[in-house]
């Protein structure tokens, strides 16, 4: 099962970009690398999901180099309201897919 | 409507008692999960299932028992409550077994043992 580590926490402020980094040195070849967002007292929801290259979506873009070792979610002009823990979490299909588990979470601060 | 919904929303017992969590989906998947979080905020996977068999069995203490009744409900209940079983649990649920389909989580149930 693939592990990842991604920073405990980031600041930012209003309007400007926030990359937040997640490793994940023993991806397997039918991973996909997701990310969830979780609002405080809410559970976590889906925000993206990509295989390789870069996906982009209204909410934010994802960056997977060519190795997938890592990926790198990208949140454009961010807001009070993108305060909020973020999670990466890489696994595919099946039984043991099910079992990938949540990264330990970025807990990202947007400040005035 | 409510995609995932828990009840109850807040929890809150004494040690050594026995309580129950109730999740339901109205999105039709085929797999639900429970979570549990702590103050940590780390997100800890503890039992899925997929069309009502277990799937997913991880170190949990025996004193939790999932129960799936059907494909939509996901019940957790606890036996003998610890002050270390305080904790947010979540429900999710998802098309199907594995990371790659998006999960669904609900409101969660915070857990207070005193």
């Known amino acids: 099962l693939a592990k990842t580590t991604q920073p405990i926490s980031m600041d930012s402020y209003e309007g400007q970009e926030v990359n937040i980094t997640c490793s994940h040195n023993?991806?397997?070849?039918?991973?996909?690398i997701t990310w969830y967002q979780q609002f405080p007292s809410q559970g976590p929801r889906f925000i993206i999901q990509g295989y390789k290259t870069k996906v982009t979506n209204e909410v934010a873009s994802l960056f997977i180099p060519a190795d997938r070792k890592s990926s790198t979610l990208s949140l454009p002009r961010v807001s009070l309201s993108d305060t909020a823990v973020y999670y990466c979490?890489?696994?595919?299909?099946?039984?043991?897919?099910?079992?990938?588990?949540f990264g330990d979470g970025t807990t990202l601060t947007v400040k005035p | 409507d409510t995609a995932v919904s828990q009840t109850p929303k807040y929890l809150v017992t004494q040690m050594g008692n026995d309580k129950s969590i109730k999740c339901e989906q109205n999105l039709g998947h085929d797999t639900m999960y429970w979570y549990k979080q702590d103050s940590k905020k780390f997100l800890k996977i503890m039992f899925s299932?997929?069309?009502?068999?277990?799937?997913i069995n991880e170190t949990v203490p025996n004193r939790f028992s999932p129960k799936s009744p059907d494909k939509a409900h996901l019940n957790l209940h606890i036996n003998s409550l610890e002050l270390g079983d305080s904790a947010v649990y979540f429900c999710?649920?998802?098309?199907?077994?594995?990371?790659?389909?998006?999960?669904?989580f609900g409101p969660g149930t915070r857990l207070t043992v005193t």
């Open positions: 999710a649920s998802s098309q199907r077994v594995g990371a790659l389909y998006e999960q669904y």
């Open positions: 023993n991806i397997a070849t039918n991973d996909y």
């Open positions: 299932y997929n069309n009502k068999e277990l799937i």
């Open positions: 979490l890489v696994g595919a299909v099946g039984t043991n897919a099910g079992k990938s588990t």
